[in-house]
């Protein structure tokens, strides 16, 4: 199951730097992971300082 970014997101790119697939980008307003790229392996959840990366339900 992807990951999703939650609206917490402070665009400090940190996860994107970290996703070994490529699989985050920047939005308008927060980064977006791409679900059918995310291999879920949780590098981009744990770089995340603000906590807005989690598993989608």
Known sequence: MARVISDICVMC????????????????TQYQ???????DCGA???ACPT???S???
């Open 13 to 28: 790119g940190t996860c994107e730097g970290e996703c070994p697939v490529g699989a985050i980008s920047a939005g308008d």
């Open 33 to 39: 992971i791409d679900a059918d790229a995310c291999i």
């Open 51 to 53: 906590g807005a990366i």
């Open 55 to 57: 598993e989608a339900e």
């Open 44 to 46: 981009c959840e744990a």
